[in-house]
């Protein structure tokens, strides 16, 4: 059992969103997320629960039972394809970066590191589904939605992109982090003004997507989020050598922001 072969469970109300549909949609995203990708986390869950509310934000219930199972929630509009399979997504990215057990409250100064991560993932696997939806639509005669998530994707990219056009090219990372870091160790979620970080990773993702398997290294120390980002990176390093991973998405971080 690993996190692409986990059962997923639905629950609450899907309105007009038939359920059946919407299994299949999750399904979708999550294979065009992870296929390929090393899974090598040693906390990985039973299960996925996948929770509709009718209001709030999406996000990781971080309960106590089933104490085995994943809980994501999110907040779609009726038959919302794109929108579902982006919220289910960004949260699927925190399941595998082990934000997923009863104890893994994300907390600053490295919040902002994690919810960057977990964007970029979910961008990347948007763009693999838009790609997948074409060629092998899930449902009948419906290859033309494919489209529609490719721009819901772009969309979400042209959003960063606007917020990092001070920042140049990514050989200038360093300079934008440099310049935002205070900020960015008080943002206490996702935020535009992680923008930069946020392209640079799903850059390296479409050269190397086995640097993917590095997330499930991450949040294995205790602390987690709460220690300053150059112990974090060192932490995720060693974290990386004791469950088996590539070990080189730390390396690049610390890299892109100037650390080394």
């Known amino acids: 059992m690993n996190l692409l072969s986990a059962p997923i469970e639905l629950r609450g109300d899907w309105k007009a969103s038939p ?16 296929d390929g990708i090393p899974l090598c986390s040693d906390r990985q869950p039973n299960g996925l629960i996948v929770d509709r509310h009718p209001a709030g934000p999406p996000a990781i219930w971080l309960h106590g039972e089933p104490r085995d199972k994943a ?42 590191l994690e919810e960057a991560l ?29 489209a529609e998530i490719e721009k819901y994707r772009d969309d ?8 990092s056009s001070d920042t140049g090219s990514r050989g200038k990372l360093s300079l934008w982090y440099k310049e935002k870091q205070s900020t960015l160790e008080k943002i206490g979620g996702l935020n535009a003004a992680e923008g930069p970080i946020i392209l640079a990773l799903v850059a390296r993702f479409n050269e190397d997507q086995t ?6 290294a991450v949040n294995r120390w205790p602390g987690r989020s709460g ?32 650390l080394s």
């Open 19 to 34: 359920p059946n549909d919407v299994s299949v949609v999750v399904s979708r995203m999550r294979s065009a997320s992870l």
């Open 71 to 112: 809980w994501i929630i999110v907040d779609i509009s009726d038959l919302q394809w794109c929108q579902l399979s982006y919220q289910f997504g960004h949260e699927l990215g925190h399941v595998l970066c082990n934000s997923w057990e009863p104890f893994a409250n994300a907390v600053v100064p490295c919040r902002w």
């Open 118 to 146: 977990v964007e970029a993932f979910a961008i990347r696997g948007l763009g693999l589904l838009a790609r997948s939806w074409l060629e092998n639509p899930p449902f009948t005669n419906d290859q033309a939605y494919g």
């Open 156 to 163: 979400l990219v042209g959003r960063y992109e606007a917020a």
């Open 211 to 216: 640097l993917i398997s590095d997330y499930g």
């Open 227 to 258: 220690v300053p980002v150059e112990d974090y990176l060192s932490l995720w390093e060693s974290s990386c050598k004791q469950i088996g991973s590539g070990g080189k998405l730390p390396v690049a971080i610390r890299a892109m922001l100037g």
